[in-house]
């Protein structure tokens, strides 16, 4: 699980940076005001490691044409995250 944090945290970094390029004072006025989603997958070998954090979703598709949505959407219409 380290290296998904740590890869997290790089593409947190790599936003807040382009960002900072686009030279603006405040970067806030610039952020959509509805949320941010992010969805990140590492493959390591035969195993799989999904993080999710907002409404987007990882989903597995099988070759026929089945599928599973493998993550759960974080946001207010979820009870739970209430």
């Known amino acids: 699980m380290n ?3 740590r890869v ?3 593409m947190d970094d790599v936003v807040f940076n382009e ?3 686009l030279k603006r004072k405040d ?3 610039i952020l959509p005001r509805c949320g941010s989603t992010g969805t990140v997958c590492l493959i390591m070998g035969n195993d799989i490691y ?3 954090c907002g409404d987007s979703a ?3 598709i099988y070759s ?3 599928y599973v949505q ?3 959407d974080h946001g207010t219409h979820n009870p739970d995250e209430c």
Do not use: D, P, Y
Request: proline content about 0%; charged content about 25%.
């Open 58 to 60: 990882a989903m597995v």
């Open 8 to 10: 997290w945290r790089e």
């Open 64 to 66: 026929n044409g089945e």
């Open 70 to 72: 493998c993550t759960e």
């Open 27 to 29: 970067v806030n006025s």
């Open 3 to 5: 290296e998904l944090q």
């Open 19 to 21: 960002l900072m390029r």
């Open 50 to 52: 999904i993080a999710n």
